[in-house]
Structure formats: C-alpha cells, structure tokens
C-alpha cells in the first residue's frame, strides 16, 4: 500500500526566511504533483514532476524529485505572507489514475 | 479550456435526509473523475472514481454512493446522512493527455445537524 509522508506538518516562518517542506512516498514512482489550498477553497496544481531529477519553479516556490530516494523537496525562497497555504504533494498509486495525497503542510508566513 | 463545476457550493443539512452534490465537466472528453472528502483540518480521503459513464469504483465503504450518468457529469449521493458525513467535498477531473494530474472544482462545504 502506498503511503505518502509529508513533514513537517505545519510550518511558521517569517518573511524573508528559507525553508524546505519534505515529501516521502514508499512505493516505486516516476510522477509526483504539488498542489496548494488556500483556506476554505479548492486545491490549485502548482507542480509537475514527471521524472527522476526534475526540478520546477515558480516564484519563490521550486520542487524536484528523486525517484530513486522516493522523495521530493517543495523549497521556499524568501517567504511572503502571500505564501501562507497548505501545501500537499501526490503520488499515483500503481502508475494509475488515483493519486494518494499527502496529509498536507500548514505553511504561516509572519511579518 | 477546461472548467469544473459543483454545486451546490454550499449546504446544511439534518441527520437523516438525503443527499446530492453535482459536479459537471466542460472542455474535455472522456475524463477520469473522482470524488473527495475533507474532514476540517485534514488531508483527502477518495471516496469515489470513474473511468467511464456507469463505472464507478468505491475506495470507502460507507453510507455514500456516486454514480456518472454522463460523460461529464458525476453525482454523489446519500439516502440517510450522518453526522460524521459534515465535510468539504471536492470534485476532480483528469485526463490522459496532461500525465494524470487532476484539476479540482471549488467544492461543496456540507454540514449535518
């Protein structure tokens, strides 16, 4: 059974610091995807990662993924408040349609 | 472009009565959709996927059931809600084309009394 871990779970920084929100899955994979949710709204897709070794930014957000390690990184650069979400990462289950999400990450940016 | 819609966006309802919850795909054909709930505070659980009209797998047993009676269109129901059905339920769509990521539509909050 696949599982997806996320830590720390809840996150407070303040603005202007960097920080790394970590995502570990326990079964073989080649994707994993980040998504975002603002508080009482919907998840928006916020990364891709389709292979071993890819890396994407966006912002002040980047994530890779290490297929062999079954983790990937969601590295935060000079926070804002902007940033303040909860953040999950997915992994397929199976290489197929569901996706097993991770419990998700509060992230509290501070002025 | 692709859209999902659900509806309604929200909705209070006594233990016991039945439930509907909409969600409705424009943009695409064929898409894989999927149910979610999301107890406050918490992760997603699948309750529900279909990959096709009428094919419909359930991920949780419980007192909840979906059904597609079109090709973008996906329902979930109850005939008697618990207390413990009080969540935010969130409809997603994918497609094969962009690599099995799912799209989410703004989701439905519900509350049992």
């Known amino acids: 059974e696949l599982k997806v871990e996320q830590n720390p779970l809840f996150l407070s920084m303040q603005e202007g610091k960097n920080y790394t929100i970590y995502c570990n899955y326990s079964?073989?994979?080649?994707?994993l995807y980040w998504y975002r949710q603002d508080p009482g709204k919907s998840l928006e897709s916020l990364f891709v990662?389709?292979?071993?070794?890819a890396v994407k930014q966006e912002g002040r957000l980047m994530a890779s993924l290490d297929t062999k390690a079954r983790l990937s990184t969601l590295h935060i650069t000079a926070a804002v408040h902007d940033l303040s979400a909860t953040y999950f990462c997915?992994?397929?289950?199976?290489?197929?349609?569901?996706?097993?999400f991770g419990a998700g990450t509060i992230l509290r940016v501070k002025s | 472009s692709q859209t999902i819609h659900q509806w309604p966006a929200t909705l209070v309802q006594p233990v016991g009565s039945p439930l509907s919850l909409e969600c409705t795909v424009e943009?695409?054909?064929?898409?894989?959709l999927y149910w979610y709930r999301q107890a406050a505070g918490r992760g997603l659980q699948l309750l529900f996927y279909?990959?096709?009209?009428?094919?419909i797998s359930s991920e949780v047993p419980q007192n909840l059931s979906a059904s597609r009676p079109q090709d973008r269109q996906f329902i979930l129901s109850s005939k008697k809600l618990l207390l413990s059905d009080s969540g935010f339920y969130l409809c997603?769509?994918?497609?094969?084309?962009?690599?099995?990521?799912?799209?989410f539509g703004p989701g439905t909050r519900l509350t049992v009394l």
């Open positions: 997603a769509w994918s497609g094969l084309a962009v690599y099995n990521e799912q799209f």
């Open positions: 079964t073989t994979s080649d994707r």
């Open positions: 943009g695409t054909s064929n898409p894989n």
């Open positions: 279909s990959v096709g009209i009428g094919q």
């Open positions: 990662l389709l292979s071993n070794g």
């Open positions: 997915a992994v397929p289950e199976d290489y197929g349609n569901k996706l097993v």
